[in-house]
């Protein structure tokens, strides 16, 4: 029984599809994403209906889920005269900003799948989880997309905010917790300027840091097994 934790895939349905060539993922292996599985590469929707499949497979919520959860039920709705109007200003920011944040490619798949599916879509969308910890290996791990952003050892987790889990970068010259691993996507390990491997995973002061770039022209998309600590790339 082995458990994998993946950076960001962003749309890179055929870098997914190698990695769990790879890793040659078993029913009873647990492989968790870290988010941000949609926009930017070619087939954000193609790799979602795969991981809806897979009962082993549990993706945790990143900021472009929450920009899709924003913006695809008001988009879902016919435009009429009246509805367009209804477009209010908190939806039209919502939209301006998933746009800048690689949104075509998500939409032109979600556009071809039939009112039922795109339901089914939004309804794991929904259920993604925001945060997960667990124990492999001998040691712990909290997984979460971006970090801990106004961190204390006693606040719980409830307290943090949406925009301190999805969006606000971790501080990877910090160690946050003493007994735990923190695991995250969102940031890509070539922005990491402790990192001495930029574009490889990153490990050091308490933090596993797997978002390779994937979805960007020199990016990888990596898995790491939390038992063996071997690491994977595609
Ligand atoms: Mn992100």
Request: hydrophobic content about 40%.
């Amino acid at each position: 029984m082995a458990t994998y934790v993946m950076g960001d895939v962003h749309g890179e349905y055929d870098k997914f599809m190698s990695l769990l060539e790879q890793i040659g993922l078993r029913e009873e292996d647990t492989l968790y994403l870290m988010g941000d599985v949609l926009d930017r590469g070619p087939h954000p929707i193609k790799l979602l209906l795969k991981l809806m499949e897979m009962p082993n497979a549990f993706c945790l919520l990143g900021n472009h889920e929450q920009m899709a959860l924003e913006c695809l039920p008001f988009l879902m709705q016919e435009i009429t005269e009246e509805s367009a109007r209804a477009f209010g200003e908190e939806e039209m920011k919502a939209l301006a900003s998933w746009l800048q944040n690689g949104c075509e490619t998500t939409l032109k798949e979600f556009r071809t799948l039939d009112r039922e599916m795109q339901e089914e879509v939004l309804e794991y969308l929904r259920d993604l989880l925001l945060y997960v910890e667990l124990n492999a290996g001998g040691a712990r791990y909290f997984l979460v997309h971006a970090g801990l952003n106004g961190f204390s050892p006693e606040k719980k987790i409830e307290d943090y905010s949406l925009f301190d889990l999805i969006w606000q970068r971790a501080d990877y010259g910090r160690r946050y917790f003493p007994d735990k691993i923190l695991v995250t996507g969102h940031t890509p390990t070539q922005t990491i300027a402790e990192n001495p491997e930029p574009g490889r995973i990153f490990r050091g002061n308490g933090h596993l840091a797997i978002d390779c770039g994937a979805g960007f022209p020199d990016g990888k998309l990596a898995t790491v097994c939390l038992e063996t600590g071997k690491e994977y790339y595609a």
